[in-house]
Structures are given as structure tokens and as C-alpha cells.
């Protein structure tokens, strides 16, 4: 069965700063990506995924991601983080071949941004 | 709005209650999911239903039971619940089983079990 590690579960960082989140997942075979938020108060919504072809995957709100499949990594980046970008952000893998239909998710990385 | 509502919202149940969950989408998906959300740990896939049938039971105790009547209602019936099940459960529709479909999240059901 595939599993997903998330690095970092608290980061805090200053508006204007660089954001990299990282995610592994454990899986041989082929797999899909995805990269989801939760804002505060809101439902979790899909800030970007991966498939297939480019493996520099880009997002909603300036985010991208890139699958590095050697390193068995999708990380989520920013250039330059706003208040607004205070939320949950979780990593999740679906591996077609895996028996599984659904998402497998790491265990989230709370992200505060300070003004 | 994503297009998948749940019903209630909060529940709070004794550990004898029958109650049930309800989850609706109206974006015209095939597959249907709950996921359970629990404190400090990851989301966990609990079921999954394709064209009405289910095709995933993620080993889940017999005191949750699935029902999924069309492909636009899903509801999870609860009875003799224990404490550690309070968790938000949430439910989730794609347009089809295909993994690389995105899945769309209700805002999910805040279950607090006495």
C-alpha cells in the first residue's frame, strides 16, 4: 500500500518569503499527485495535481509543484507567500495499480504566514 | 461551493444512537467517497462507491455502513459509535474512478460521540 510523508508539520514564515513544502510518497508503480488546501473555515479544494507529461505542475494562486520520480517527491513551492496563504496543505497520492480508488494523504503542513 | 453538501454540519451522539450522515453532488460525478478526518492524524479513505456499487471498504468496523442509493447521494449510517470515532468526516465526489480525476470535498460532518 502507498503512504505519504509530510516533512513539515508547523511552518511559519514572514509575507514576501519563499515557500517550499515537501512531500515523499512510497510507491513503485505509477502514480497520480495531488497538492490540497484548506483554508480556515473552508472545505479542502485542489491547488494542483500531476498525472503525466511536464513534471513541473502549475497551481492556483502562483503555487507549482514539481515530481521529481527518482526521489519518489512531489514539493510544493511559492516564490513569495502572503497572509492570505495562511492554511492546511495536504499532500496526496493515488496509485492506479494499487488496488486502492482513493486518495492516500500525509498528515498536513499548517502554514502561517505573518504579516 | 465545491458542489458536494453534508448534512449535519455538527452531530453530537450518545455511544447508543443510530444516526446517519448524508452527502449530495450536484456536479453529475459517478464516484463517491468518505474520508475520515481525526486529530493529528491523516485524512483516512474509508469507503468508495463507483456507479452506485461499492468497490472500496478501507477495513472499517462493521459500525459504519455505507449506503450509496444513486450516484448523487451518498450517506454513512452510524450505530453504536465509540468516543475515538469523533472526528470530521468528509465526504468526496470525482467524475470517475480514473486516478489522476480530481475529487471535490464536501464541507464535512463534525461528529462528536459521547
Known amino acids: 500500500a502507498q503512504s505519504v510523508s509530510q516533512h513539515n508539520h508547523h511552518v511559519i514564515l514572514s509575507e514576501a518569503a519563499s515557500l517550499e513544502l515537501g512531500c515523499n510518497y512510497s510507491?513503485?508503480?505509477?502514480?497520480?499527485l495531488f497538492w490540497y488546501v484548506q483554508y480556515p473555515g473552508q472545505h479542502l479544494q485542489l491547488l494542483l495535481k500531476?498525472?503525466?507529461?511536464?513534471?513541473l505542475v502549475k497551481g492556483i494562486k502562483g503555487f507549482e509543484a514539481e515530481f521529481i520520480k527518482s526521489k519518489f517527491s512531489f514539493n510544493l513551492r511559492k516564490p513569495s507567500v502572503q497572509w492570505s496563504d495562511t492554511a492546511e496543505y495536504f499532500c496526496?497520492?493515488?496509485?492506479?495499480?494499487?488496488?486502492?480508488?482513493?486518495?492516500?494523504f500525509g498528515k498536513g503542513t499548517h502554514l502561517i504566514i505573518q504579516p | 461551493e465545491t458542489g458536494v453538501t453534508q448534512t449535519p454540519r455538527h452531530l453530537v451522539m450518545g455511544m447508543t444512537n443510530k444516526k446517519s450522515l448524508k452527502c449530495e453532488q450536484h456536479?453529475?460525478?459517478?464516484?463517491m467517497y468518505w474520508y475520515k478526518q481525526s486529530a493529528k492524524k491523516p485524512l483516512e479513505l474509508m469507503f468508495v462507491?463507483?456507479?452506485?456499487?461499492?468497490?472500496e471498504n478501507n477495513s472499517v468496523p462493521s459500525r459504519f455502513s455505507p449506503e450509496c442509493p444513486n450516484s448523487s447521494h451518498l450517506f454513512l449510517h452510524l450505530h453504536t459509535l465509540q468516543p475515538e470515532d469523533s472526528a470530521l468526516y468528509l465526504c468526496?465526489?470525482?467524475?470517475?474512478?480514473?486516478?489522476?480525476?480530481?475529487?471535490?470535498f464536501g464541507p464535512g460532518t463534525r461528529l462528536t460521540v459521547l
Open positions: 468526496a465526489s470525482s467524475q470517475a474512478l480514473a486516478g489522476g480525476d480530481t475529487q471535490y
Open positions: 510507491y513503485g508503480g505509477t502514480v497520480n
Open positions: 500531476y498525472f503525466s507529461g511536464d513534471p
Open positions: 496526496a497520492v493515488n496509485a492506479p495499480g494499487g488496488g486502492a480508488d482513493g486518495l492516500t
Open positions: 456536479l453529475g460525478h459517478n464516484a
Open positions: 462507491y463507483n456507479f452506485k456499487e461499492q468497490t
